[in-house]
């Protein structure tokens, strides 16, 4: 191993919460779809962050936006108005395309908490204090902070934080029989993602969530979407639910939204933004300079590079050459997803194995769990690094 990552790696063992199990590479450099480690050996990387480097690594307007004003002006915080945050928030309301309005934060798991704190308060705004349920689908991730954990619908990531937070019910995705019966008087809003991420690469399928807005719509519910995996042209559309022909009341945003430095956008239509006041949420970090400059930069660079379009086609590769190898070999029993967010099951619980090989043969890909892999390259990926993935997961699956 190469020193500088054996000393991280001992550091980290001594000095970090044991929260994560980290592989033993040190990743000191990027390029697109390409980081190199401390040896400068070249990986190609379908985990991009988990989602996050939509543009690929050091994109160079992003790389500039920063530089440009790291160097005039960092943190002012919100009480005070600064260059590019206004400019984003117009922007995200625009794409959005109803009458909206945004709160900026710093990560998905806060967007969320910011939708699930104007759930509430909407809820208590049109129907009283009782009105405070969310429904939320099994197997569903929302993040890690406790309204978004109590949300999430796994019950292994939440059983040593209980008593979470109240108000919660989960439902099986796409049966509509289960949300329409979970809706009761109590329900302020549904939240789902559009395509279940972390929880394996689950889509919704189209019926299901048109119907779920029709019955938001009939029952007088909020509909949130996280969007903040799907979002940002991940799975083709610039956000997934354009796909389905619906609009969410809420939607949230993070992961890619400044491809890589931390940021989280929770949109809501205006009127229901509306019901908040001034000191009801906020958030000292959010909205800085730096930040909303790389987001501007990154928002210009996804639609003139048209990698929405590079995200359906490739993708649409991915997902064929992966069921061609379920084909030849029989390792792979599905393969899910939409544009570049993919997910395929194995036969056998031996993801986190796979994962590890793949590593060695310099290829990042990561294990959902114990039989899952998911697949979320920067857009920027290429049909020819796609069959380079596929060829080394089938000499891992066949030498097992
Ligand atoms: C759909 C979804 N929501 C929320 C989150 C939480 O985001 P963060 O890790 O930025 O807090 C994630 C993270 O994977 C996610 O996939």
């Not at 990552?5 to 044991?18: E, H, I, K, N, S």
């Not at 190609?44 to 989602?51: E, H, N, R, S, W």
């Not at 600064?82 to 117009?90: C, D, F, I, S, Y």
């Not at 705004?125 to 109590?150: K, N, P, Q, W």
Request: net charge negative; aromatic share 6%.
């Amino acid at each position: 191993m190469h020193p500088a990552t054996q000393r991280a790696v001992d550091l980290d063992a001594r000095y970090a919460w044991p929260t994560y199990a980290r592989k033993p590479v040190l990743f000191e450099r990027g390029s697109g779809m390409r980081l190199y480690d401390a040896h400068g050996v070249e990986h190609l990387d379908f985990v991009a962050g988990i989602g996050v480097v939509n543009l690929g690594h050091a994109h160079p307007a992003v790389a500039r936006a920063v530089q440009d004003q790291v160097s005039r002006l960092v943190q002012v915080s919100n009480l005070y108005h600064v260059e590019h945050r206004a400019e984003l928030e117009e922007r995200l309301c625009t794409l959005f395309g109803e009458p909206s309005r945004v709160f900026l934060c710093n990560s998905g798991t806060e967007a969320v908490e910011a939708a699930i704190k104007l759930a509430r308060a909407w809820g208590r705004h049109t129907r009283g204090d009782g009105c405070y349920r969310i429904v939320a689908a099994e197997r569903s991730f929302h993040g890690r902070t406790f309204g978004a954990l109590s949300a999430t619908g796994q019950a292994g990531k939440q059983q040593k934080f209980a008593p979470l937070l109240p108000g919660f019910t989960h439902v099986p995705l796409n049966d509509l029989d289960a949300l329409a019966d979970a809706l009761a008087d109590d329900v302020c809003a549904v939240l789902l993602e559009p395509v279940q991420g972390e929880g394996g690469v689950y889509p919704c399928e189209p019926e299901y969530l048109r119907a779920v807005r029709t019955l938001c719509d009939e029952r007088e519910v909020l509909l949130v979407l996280d969007e903040v995996q799907t979002g940002l042209y991940r799975t083709g559309p610039l956000f997934a639910h354009r796909a389905y022909g619906i609009t969410p009341d809420v939607m949230t945003l993070a992961k890619a939204l400044a491809n890589g430095l931390p940021a989280g956008a929770a949109v809501a239509r205006a009127e229901v933004a509306e019901v908040l006041s001034p000191g009801d949420h906020g958030s000292t970090f959010a909205g800085g300079p730096v930040v909303c400059a790389a987001a501007l930069a990154t928002l210009d660079a996804l639609d003139r590079e048209r990698l929405g379009d590079n995200a359906e086609r490739v993708g649409a590769h991915l997902r064929f050459r992966l069921m061609e190898l379920a084909d030849r070999t029989g390792a792979v029993t599905d393969v899910r997803g939409r544009g570049l967010m993919v997910g395929a099951s194995l036969a056998r619980p031996i993801a986190r194995e796979v994962a590890d090989a793949a590593l060695k043969h310099r290829v990042l890909v990561n294990a959902t769990g114990e039989d899952t892999l998911r697949f979320l390259p920067p857009l920027v990926c290429t049909e020819s690094e796609v069959d380079t993935l596929v060829s080394v997961l089938e000499d891992i699956l066949r030498g097992r």
